[in-house]
């Protein structure tokens, strides 16, 4: 058997990638001014049935300009998730607001019936303001993390915001190309359907432009907000006259030279994703104690991560790890529960149940779009071999 080493998730850069970075490069227009920035943006707005898109350096950065702009300020809370990457966390804090960490369902998204019950049990509801009764602050807004590819239940959690009148900043960072194919959003793209939505290109994403970001919006008011506080808010660019703090979260022109590029092939590296991914799923589901994880019924998922959840027992998780590492193949633990980590003990956490459990049960196998057949069977025979 081929020891080639295989990676977790790898960017694929065999489009035109390179013909479109050395028009930039030719060009010189290699900064945060030039036409593939707004030719990204376009695209990218269309491919999500939005009207416009505001590009940014990153996934984080996205998540920090729409927070600020659903108003958060440091005596505000936030309701997040614990099991989730960090950065969908982070801009809270840089807000200096607090967050309230929440559970997950078994789609490892936010779970809607605790969020409705920490709206219900937990706080007051008065002059269309929700306050935590412990830390009396108010809770404006929470961060909805589509996790790997899935579609969080918007359908449970939209009327729960609006019934408390909370904002909702979708973290699509791994979910761009998941859409509603049934029910009231059918046709609703990952990122649209909140007050904000936020997408990465970070290497390990489905596309990557290097690094970068993308902050869209409904409101076209909010977004070109975005657009100001993302370009330092230049308020009279010729004076340099500024009329609020901003931020130089701009993407280059370079990363959307690649990122158009990406977006060309989105689709077709969805379909090789969904291959594998339903490749990996009938062979593993035989395997007594392990599953793959399922994408939620009624969307159609990009399918970015695998997730190999191990039912019974926890010590599974890490030896499957290092048997893997062993035949060369890249594999990882599901993030560490937010919570846990050292700068939010002590944060507002709320029956944090489904969690820990997957927390201690989940391998993420590899998932690049350069994965061939004959590398998920590798990946599939170390897993049936492995005891
Ligand atoms: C990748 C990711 C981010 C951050 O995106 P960057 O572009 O790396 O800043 C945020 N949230 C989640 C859930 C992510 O997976």
């Given at each position: 058997m081929s020891d080639e080493f295989i990676a977790l998730s790898v960017p694929n850069l065999k489009g035109n990638e390179l013909k479109y970075v050395t028009d930039a490069v030719e060009t010189e227009w290699?900064?945060?001014?030039?036409p593939y920035v707004s030719d990204f943006e376009k695209r990218l707005a269309e491919y999500v049935k939005v009207p416009a898109a505001v590009s940014t350096q990153n996934g984080t950065s996205a998540l920090h300009v729409s927070l600020l702009l659903c108003g958060i300020t440091r005596e505000d809370a936030v309701i997040v998730p614990?099991?989730?990457?960090i950065a969908a966390v982070n801009p809270v804090k840089y807000i200096g607001a607090e967050p309230v960490f929440m559970d997950c369902d078994d789609s490892l998204c936010m779970d809607p019936i605790k969020l409705q019950q920490y709206c219900e049990t937990e706080c007051d509801f008065t002059d269309g303001k929700l306050i935590d009764?412990?830390?009396?602050?108010?809770?404006k807004a929470m961060v909805v993390v589509h996790v790997f590819g899935n579609m969080a239940d918007m359908e449970a959690i939209m009327p729960i915001a609006a019934k408390y009148n909370i904002k909702v900043v979708e973290d699509a960072t791994e979910a761009l190309g998941t859409y509603y194919t049934?029910?009231?959003?059918?046709?609703?793209?990952?990122?649209?359907?909140?007050?904000f939505g936020c997408y990465s290109f970070n290497?390990?994403?489905?596309?990557?432009?290097?690094g970068g970001g993308m902050i869209v919006s409904n409101d076209q008011e909010l977004l070109a907000h975005a657009k100001h506080l993302t370009t330092?808010?230049?308020?009279?660019q010729a004076n340099f006259i500024h009329d609020e703090i901003g931020y130089n979260y701009r993407m280059t022109n370079l990363q959307a030279a690649l990122g158009l590029a990406q977006l060309e092939q989105l689709e077709g590296f969805i379909e090789t994703k969904t291959a594998n991914y339903n490749r990996y799923k009938d062979a593993i589901n035989k395997i007594d104690g392990l599953h793959v994880q399922d994408f939620r019924e009624g969307i159609r998922s990009n399918y970015w991560f695998y997730s190999v959840v191990f039912?019974?027992?926890?010590?599974g998780r890490d030896r499957l790890i290092e048997e893997l590492k062993e035949n060369h193949i890249q594999s990882r633990p599901i993030w560490g529960l937010i919570s846990d980590q050292l700068p939010y003990q002590g944060s507002r956490t709320f029956q944090l149940e489904k969690a820990p459990w997957y927390w201690k049960r989940v391998v993420n196998i590899p998932c690049s779009t350069n994965l061939t057949i004959a590398g998920v069977d590798r990946v599939i025979s170390v897993i049936q071999n492995f005891n």
């Open positions: 290699v900064s945060t001014a030039g614990t099991l989730t990457f009764k412990q830390t009396g602050r108010h809770v049934a029910g009231e959003y059918e046709g609703k793209f990952a990122g649209t359907i909140g007050d290497g390990n994403k489905i596309i990557t432009t290097g330092q808010a230049k308020a009279d039912e019974k027992d926890e010590e």
